[in-house]
Structure formats: structure tokens, C-alpha cells
């Protein structure tokens, strides 16, 4: 066998003349389709095809994977639609001078192929994969406010019909092993030792490629499509508006219009891309997918694992922290006055495993990995130890104080505190440096962020130790300085308050949900307080005002609601009723105060630009993270305070003046808005809030 290598890839001839191109991006853990791997790319199938072999075998030389898809650093660089249509032409000049080689092509698989990896995969005769649970196939683009552009508009739909590519084009959710194989999506699953031999044999035996049924063939006739587009309309229109997120709907249009056929969808598809490319959409999206890398990056490495941990408080957040760590793999105990009050975070558990796993032995597993512990054996025992018991300073601090002479010495103790300062939850301990603020989010199998609180007394080490656990687990690590609130909570308050206000005034709830819905959140404050609970909102709001020396609101909406026992979703009714975990809501009618919306998210920018005057966390891109991953801000507008800077941060705070003329001094402009206007993006110096 001869081998020849060169940059990013490496080629292989064997004694059956099947040569194997090995994607091998230097210096890089997962491949990515750069421009600079696409034209060494391009260079290889051009003395391919020259050479004539019987076979072209594409495979991967990372251990992670096929190819997690183009650079997206790369989409930033984009000008305009000219540069972004020349970046595309040429990735997809390059493989369709794949898909054009004479002679059999194989895709063989393992781990993931994602967006450009994936149409890669797509421009090949046929596709294996080993088949296991880390297999991970999909088109994701339509979740960065873009669609495929390498082809996959045309080629997914022509290889396994306009259902089941739609399915993968519009929701960017990727498929499994099996589904992919149900679907067509890959011709054989195989083991790992046998992937090689399966992509041989193919070359050696070629059957004839797969393509879609005749009836999926049929709905993509000229005749047919105008029947379907109107159902595809539909299910998009369910979830998203045109305005806010225009890929899936040019999705549809470009296959209504072409078909997915012929040269002309390839330029349509590449044409319609590049007007994306420069959408406030794309560049909202764009710009968050970058966040989250930043705060996957920002966790480090543990200098010793975390593998047990004993949680203090099997109320709803405890217990379903303890359920999530187990569900990762680690060793956890659940600890609380007796075992009944512990039995009910365990049922859920087995729920959250039996939803997440796959198979009865894992679910059997993760069973196993979570133990109630009412006598608190454990805790010796533990890395990481987590309260979770009610929110109440004394309660915690006697509790931290109790429970810390029996840890080990090296072991970590958080708090999963929404509100309390860590500083003084520390107050009294031996090694208040190994004190953290590890604040989840409801719910912590939904929810993304986890901030990581230092106070003052916390050791880096501490802090390191974290935010690698939260990795860990699955989440994005958010560090921040410990402050009413933090970050998320801070600046969630005054939203969820003013929305009171607008409520106390006689606007119909319904209609101030609309209109943040209408701007991009992922519902409104009024379903958003149910969810929290009215009673939680009402708590952490009061200690969130005292520990900023504001007055708390006398918001009598919520007063009202919580003397009567509605305390939102978790009681079945709070300002809504609630049925199956949904809000009954009337539809919206009446007519919204003109300056709703911005009285809603204003409020919200302005304690964003509070938070990054007083060094909260540390710059404007970290404080737009933990809003958009704590709280759901629009993720296409890219985050608050980007958002405020697209809008103009003059603009902004003109508008807020205005509001506090006519609403009161709540909407007076913070001083950090002064900061932004002149462009810094990094925290100015922290200042002490006040007793």
C-alpha cells in the first residue's frame, strides 16, 4: 500500500487499486471544511480522476469523527452576498466534482458528519457508518439562520425523499443510527473493525445507488409540489415567524421553485445562502454559536474528576440536579430529612433516564449511580458537594457551616443559590475558598447554563474545578462575580416586573406575551413568571431590590395570585390555568400600549448595561451568554447588548429617557451605557453594591 501525504488530507493506494482519502485536518481535534481543506480537497480529486482507480474511498482520520462541517470563523468574514455566493460556489464547485467521478465513491462514517461533513458524505455513491451510539448524522445550518449550501438542499432529497429531508433540513435536528438507515441516509451500519472491509466490498461489488421512492420522486414533480408546500408552510409557521428566522422558509421556496433538480437548484441554493449570509438573522446566530463555544472553552480541565457527588435537597432543583449528574455518569447521592421526601426526586429520575437513554441496561445503570442518603453517609465520601435546600440565608449558611468539618479536605462545596451572596453564605467557614456559587436553571435537563459564582474569599482553583464539572455535565459554564442575582436573575427581574406593571395597569396578559413573543422570546413574561413559580419570582425579586438598595415593587398582580395558593405552573394555575405542562391561554386580543416592548426589553438592556458597569461578568459578550443561555433572550438577535448596539446604543438610551418621563425613574439610563457607546466590550471597575 503507498501512501502519500499533504496538509489536511493523506491519500492511500491499496493492491485492489481503491484508494482511501484520509480527512485529517492539521493541527485540529474534528475536521472542518475551511476553504484552505476544501481547495487541497479540490487539488486531490483533480489528480484522481486522472489516476482512473477501481474505488474512491472518503474516511476520516479523527478519532471524534467524519467532519463537524464548514469553519463557521469563516461565515464572520463575510461582506456581502458577492462574498458570501463566491465562498459556496466554490465548496460546491468542489463536490460536485466528487459526486462526478466516473467511478464508485464511498462515505464511510463513524462519530458524527454534520452540515458540509454531511453533504460530503451526500455527494459520495453510497454512505456506511458504523453504527453506534455515538453516530450523529445531520444538517444543522438552519439553526445558525442559514440552510446547506455544499448541495444539501437538492442532494438530501433526491438520496431519501422530501418527507425525511425536510424533516432534516427545516428542524436542523440530527438522526441516530438506526433512523439513519430507516431513512436511506446511509446504505449499511457496520462495527468499527469492519468499516474498511464493508467501504472495499461496495467498491469491489457495486450495487446500484440508492435514491428515493417513486411516490417521494412524485411529490417533487412541477404538477405536485404547489399541494405540499402549503403543509411544509404550516409546520414551520408553528414554530417560527419568517421575519425572525427566514432559512426554513427559503427552504421551502427553493425546493417548491426547482424541485430539487438540476443545475439551476444547485446556483439557487447557493444564490439563496449568500443572501442569508448577511441577514441580522444569521449574524444573531452566528454570533451565539461562537458564544457558546467561548464558554465551552472557558471551563478547563479539573485537576482531579468529579465522580461523586452528594446533593443536599431533593426538592425539585436538588433532586433534579442530583438525576442530571447520574444521568452523565456520575456517582450521586441525594440528601434530605427522611427517605419520603427523597422518594419523589427519584421517581423523576428514572423518568428523565428512561426518556434519555436508550436501552433498559443503561437506564438500569443510571438507577444504579443515584442512591438516597437521608443520614448523609456519603458526604465524606463526596468530590463535589451541592446544597439545594431552600433559599434562605441562615438556612444555607447554618447548613455549609454544619456539613463542612466532615468533607474531605480537597473536596468542593457549592451552593445552587439564585440569589444569595456567596460572600456571606461563606461567612463562618474554615475554607470559605473552596466555596462556589453553582447556579442551575429550571429546568436543569432543559436548560443550558450553569453560572459559576465567586465570591471574593473563592479560590481560582475552585472556580476551575466548577466550571469543569459543569462541562461535565453537558452545560455551558458562565462565571461571574457573586451579586444579587448574579447575572441571569438580575436582569430577569425588572422584565418579569414590569410586565406586572403593564398587568396592574389593565393590558390583558395575553397581549403583553404577544408582544415580547412578537420581538423574539421564546414566550412571554407572564408565562415565563408561572413557569419560575409566582411564589420563587416574588422571593428572589425582594432579595435581588434590598441587595441593590432599591425599593421591591409592590407588584399587586403577582401579591394576589400567591395569597390565593396560584403559584403557576407547578399548582396548575397561576395567572394562567396550566393542563399537561402548557399554558390555556386566550387568544390575544386588544390593542398594546405602543411602547410595550420596549418597556419590556429595555428594562432588561438596561440592567445588562448595569451588570457590565459593575464587572458582574467579565466583558458585553459574556453578559449577552448568560442572558441568551439562561433566559432565552431572541438567539437571533445575538444577545442584549448586541442587540442594543444594532439598535444604537444613543437610540437606546434616548428611549429610555423617554420611558422614564413617562413611566418613572425605573427606565433612567445606567451609567454603563456611556461605556458601551464608546465601544468597550470588557467590564469597568467593579463597584460594591450596596448593604
Known sequence: MSTADRGHWRIERDSDQILWLWADKADASANVLSSEVLRELDGHLTRIRAEAPRGLVVLSGKKSGFIAGADIKEFTRIQGEDSGYRLIHAGQAVLDRLAALPFPTVAALHGFALGGGLELALACRYRIAVGDERLTLGLPEVQLGIHPGFGGTVRSVQLIGVKAAMRLLLTGKPVRAEEALRLGLVDRLVGAEALRDEARRLILEPPPPRRAALLERMLSWTALRPWVVPSLTAQVASKVRREHYPAPYAIIDLWSRYGARGPAAFEAEARSIARLFVSETARGLIRVFLLQDRLKALAGKSAAPLERVHVIGAGVMGGDIAAWAALRGCRVSLHDSDAARIEPALARARELFEKRLRTADKVAAAVQRLSADPEGRTLAEADIVIEAIVEDLEAKRTLLQRIEPHMKPEALLATNTSSIDIGALGAGLQRAERLVGLHFFNPVAHMPLVEIVAAPAS??????????????????????????????????????????????????????????????????????????????????????????????????????????GQLGRKSGAGFYPWQDGKAVKAPATGTAPEDLTDRLILILLNECAACLREGIAADADLIDAAVVFGTGFAPFRGGPLAYARARGVNAVVERLQGLAQRHGERFEPDAGWAGLARGAGEAQQPRTPPE
Not at 441593590?548 to 403577582?558: E, H, K, M, S, T
Open 459 to 564: 479560590g481560582e482553583a475552585a472556580v476551575r474545578t466548577a466550571s469543569a464539572f459543569a462541562r461535565t455535565l453537558d452545560k455551558l459554564p458562565l462565571p461571574c462575580r457573586s451579586a444579587p442575582g448574579f447575572v441571569v436573575n438580575r436582569v430577569l427581574m425588572p422584565y418579569l416586573q414590569e410586565a406586572m406593571h403593564a398587568a396592574a395597569e389593565g393590558v390583558p396578559l395575553e397581549v403583553i406575551d404577544a408582544a415580547a413573543v412578537a420581538f423574539g422570546m421564546p414566550m412571554g413574561p407572564i408565562e415565563l413568571a408561572d413557569v419560575v413559580g409566582l411564589d420563587v419570582a416574588a422571593h428572589v425579586g425582594a432579595i435581588v431590590a434590598q441587595g441593590l438598595g432599591r425599593p421591591v415593587p409592590d407588584l399587586a398582580p403577582l401579591r394576589a395570585r400567591i395569597a390565593a
